[in-house]
Structure formats: C-alpha cells, structure tokens
C-alpha cells in the first residue's frame, strides 16, 4: 500500500514537473513575441525619424539629376521618377546614409546590424547599397518600410532573430538551469524510492527467510525435547545422545542465524 502510494506520489511531481516546464517554455515564448513587438514599434519610431530627416531639406525646385547617375558603393536609378523622387534621391545622396540609419536606430536601443534601401512602388530598387544587393529580396519581402514621398524606405535585419534570442539569453539561460535542476532532483527522487522499495522488498524476503530458518530448528529442538522428556519412551544410550546433538546442532545453528541477523544489522546502521 505505501508503495503504491509512493508510487503516485512520484507521478504527480512529475507531471508538475511537466507542467511547470510548460509553463516555463510558454512564458519565454511569449516574452520573446512581446520582445518582437517593442522591437517592430521602434523601429517603426526609428523609420519615422529617418524619413523626417530625409524629406525636411530636399528641395524639390531646384534639384537638376540626370535620368541614370551611379556613384561607388551605391547605384541610383532615377529613370521614369517624378522631380519629388529625384529630389529625395539627391538628398540621400547628399547625406551619410549610413551613420544616419545607425544613429536613429541607436537613439532607439537598437543595435542589430541593418540593411536598407528606397523602392519605387514596382518594387524596383532606387536607392540600394552594394552590400544591401545581396539581400534585395529579402528588404522587399521581409523588411520594414516607411513612405518617403512617393519611395518607400525599407531596412531589414539579417540576424534579426539572433538579435531577439540574445536579448532574452538571461532569462533562458535562468530558465534552463532551473528545469535542469528540477529534472535532476526528480531523478535523483526517483532512483531513491526505486531503490528503498528495492529495499524494503530485500528485508521482507529477508524476514520471511529468516522465520523459516527460524523455525527448523526450534521445531527440531522441541521434537528432540519432547523426546526426551517422554518417560512412557524408553531411549537406550546411543538414542539420548542422538536428541542431545541433535539440540546441540540446532542450537548452535541458531546462534550462527542470530549472529547474522547482528551482523546485517550493523551494515545497514553503517
């Protein structure tokens, strides 16, 4: 009965076990999605100041750009574009895009490396970085926009993922041990009633082989009495001596099982 009870015992800590890492995993995982929402709104802030700080100074009137302009490390596509394009072209071209992007970015927290570019509204590259080429698809498809006139500037974020993972390695780090550490007390629980149940059935067949050695001898003992103590049974000599040994040899076997059950004793005490 108390091993049954045990048993469940065992079976609710581990489904607790269970559930709590559920919980846990859980948590982290909307941590992270919450994480990748203050992260999708400030980088919205950041889009927002970058294009404030494009569209404040271009001057429409008097920008003079021809139809097909390319400058190292960037290529400038201006055929087909309205003046208002070609003016906010000019005026990326004027600025050091780079430090402008990282430094929005920044005021915001942000320090994940980042990609950017304009695109017409056929999704066509007006305004694309040499090192950006390589991730076209990817600005288009995946990335943040914001309208720039009649652009819009797009930034995406090749190890974005990464980036989000990094800023919640504390808490999964934290979560991790736990679970590690509850895993490994669980077990070691386990193993420990596994092992007293092993135990307790060792010194039940222990008790039950001892009452049986137990009671050979006493019963030999007591024939062999009963024997000699009848005064209607005549015993010549050679058969009283017989019963005495035999009471003797009994005798001395039950000393030797005492002798054992003492011995056993220590060893468990130790």
Do not use: C
């Not at 009649?150 to 919640?168: T, W």
């Amino acid at each position: 009965m108390g091993g049954m009870k045990i048993s469940w015992l065992v079976g609710i800590i581990a489904l607790a076990v269970v559930g709590v890492s559920f919980l846990q995993v859980k948590w982290l995982s909307n941590a992270l999605d919450l994480r990748q929402q203050i992260f999708d709104q400030t980088v919205e802030q950041s889009l927002n100041t970058i294009s404030h700080w494009i569209l404040v100074e271009a001057e429409e009137e008097t920008l003079l750009l021809d139809t097909s302009s390319i400058h190292q490390g960037q290529i400038l596509i201006a055929d087909g574009m309205q003046r208002k394009s070609r003016s906010v072209l000019l005026r990326m071209e004027s600025l050091p895009m780079d430090s402008l992007v990282i430094l929005a970015l920044e005021e915001n927290g942000i320090t994940a490396d980042a990609v950017y570019g304009a695109f017409d509204r056929y999704g066509q590259p007006a305004y694309l970085e040499g090192n950006s080429e390589i991730y076209r698809e990817e600005l288009i498809g995946e990335g943040y926009g914001v309208a720039l006139g009649p652009l819009q500037f797009r930034v995406y974020f090749p190890n974005l993922k990464k980036h989000l993972l990094k800023s919640q390695l504390g808490a999964f780090v934290l979560s991790g041990f736990m679970l590690l550490v509850i895993t490994i007390g669980l077990i070691y629980v386990m193993r420990s009633v596994l092992k007293s149940k092993e135990l307790v059935r060792i010194r039940r067949d222990l008790m039950n082989n001892l009452t049986h050695e137990l009671k050979t001898p006493i019963s030999t003992i007591g024939l062999a009495s009963e024997a000699l103590g009848d005064p209607d049974l005549v015993l010549d000599e050679e058969q009283q001596t017989y019963y005495i040994g035999m009471i003797r040899g009994e005798n001395k076997r039950l000393g030797v099982l005492v002798e054992k059950v003492l011995q056993a004793s220590l060893t468990d005490s130790k």
